[in-house]
């Protein structure tokens, strides 16, 4: 009988925001925001699951009122480009896209993604059938306790697989998890040595 334990750490992750020309753009933070807050929730039932249990929403970006940034006849396409994220809870923006020409608060990789662990165990056994003559069977079962995590938790949260919503300019829900895997399966090998 054998079982293997694999704990993996959470890669880093960035918040996204509007692109920049040098690059990706961080957002400025303009709110409390803990960054060890990430830990992947799925309510029961629900087909998403969300890194903040839903406390963060995305709502559009204060900026696009002001008249001393954006010109009336481009707020409409501000409004639909531009988002940001506010806390539920106390009512308050955290996240905002930076004001044209500047760089984002936030900065980058400032959220450690989820980490994710399993456990596989395997078991066989080896009868003597009669001299020379031998019979072995065995049983793999990986994630023995069926334990579910987000899609790409365990290639980091910005890896080909990633399910989670951190941009604040995305429709989709802040945090949201579209995906999760981790099912239990078994697998039987039988073998005659002769």
Not at 159 to 179: K, M, R, V, Y
């Amino acid at each position: 009988m054998s079982w293997i334990l694999n704990l993996l750490s959470g890669l880093p992750n960035r918040v996204a925001a509007q692109n920049m020309i040098i690059a990706a753009g961080a957002p400025n933070i303009v709110g409390p925001f803990d960054v060890r807050s990430a830990k992947a929730v799925w309510k029961e039932g629900d087909l998403a699951g969300n890194l903040f249990d839903g406390r963060y929403v995305t709502v559009r970006d204060p900026q696009c009122a002001d008249p001393a940034i954006v010109a009336s006849s481009l707020r409409q396409s501000c409004e639909t480009a531009l988002g940001a994220v506010r806390d539920n809870e106390t009512g308050n923006i955290i996240f905002r896209n930076p004001l044209p020409g500047q760089r984002g608060t936030f900065g980058q990789n400032n959220i450690t993604g989820q980490g994710s662990w399993t456990t596989d165990m395997a078991i066989s056994k080896r009868f003597q059938i009669r001299e020379g003559v031998g019979f072995q069977i065995r049983i793999d079962a990986t994630n023995i306790f069926n334990h579910p995590e987000p899609l790409g938790s365990a290639t980091g949260m910005f890896g080909p697989a990633e399910s989670a919503n951190l941009s604040i300019n995305s429709a989709t829900p802040f945090g949201q998890l579209s995906e999760k895997t981790g099912n239990r399966t078994f697998q039987m090998k039988m073998r005659v040595e002769f």
